[in-house]
């Protein structure tokens, strides 16, 4: 490719990806505002103020755009430095204790987003393909911390790597984290009580 030619593809580019990011966003909002049953192509382009083959030239189907704001919510929530002091903590224990700090942040930040897919996602097959994404990453993550306790030898007893991954899930699952801010807890306030019990469960002595 010329180098003219790629001086007159980066301004396309760049629109495209403006466009795509606007499409996305306004299917965030609607399935926050009004659930994921409200979401369709005609509703996001109306909310999004495009023409319904607009967001045809970006998304093949509504099944596509709900699964691609998994990748999205990510970007625009800054997963990956969220997370990071996790992935920098000394030890096994101090990674957990990261941990739920940094989830209860996230989960705060997307728990009504996250809440309404989970709702119909028993009924809504593109709903359930999105939230079979989001369980299997969080799955991945809790075993990865459980592991790294596991092979520093302070895996509580009692515990293995499936079992105690699956406790984790439970533990910090949408319910857990949702009737405790609606308790009034602030956001700093779960993510240290949720470090407490996921210490005092999980690690030895």
């Known amino acids: 490719m010329s180098a003219m030619a790629r001086e007159i593809?980066?301004?396309r580019n760049a629109r495209?990806?403006?466009s795509r990011s606007a499409l996305l966003r306004a299917a965030r909002e609607l399935i926050e505002e009004r659930g994921v049953e409200a979401v369709t192509?005609?509703?996001v382009a109306e909310r999004a103020g495009v023409t319904r083959r607009a967001v045809y030239l970006h998304f093949r189907s509504r099944g596509e755009l709900i699964n691609e704001l998994f990748g999205?919510?990510?970007d625009t929530e800054d997963l990956p430095g969220r997370f990071a002091a996790v992935d920098d903590a000394p030890d096994g224990v101090a990674a957990l204790e990261e941990f739920a700090r940094a989830h209860a942040a996230f989960m705060a930040r997307t728990l009504p987003f996250s809440t309404a897919v989970e709702?119909?996602?028993h009924a809504d097959p593109d709903a359930a393909r999105h939230w079979e994404t989001v369980l299997y990453w969080r799955n991945?993550?809790?075993k990865a911390l459980i592991r790294r306790l596991h092979d520093e030898g302070v895996l509580a007893p009692g515990w293995t790597v499936d079992t105690a991954a699956d406790m984790?899930?439970?533990l910090t699952s949408n319910g857990v984290i949702r009737t405790l801010l609606e308790r009034g807890w602030s956001v700093e306030q779960v993510g240290a009580h949720m470090a407490r019990?996921?210490?005092a469960a999980f690690t030895a002595g």
């Open 197 to 199: 019990v996921l210490r």
């Open 168 to 170: 984790l899930l439970a």
């Open 16 to 18: 495209g990806r403006r």
């Open 41 to 43: 192509m005609a509703a």
């Open 119 to 121: 709702r119909v996602a």
């Open 72 to 74: 999205h919510i990510a």
């Open 9 to 11: 593809d980066a301004p």
């Open 140 to 142: 991945e993550t809790n």
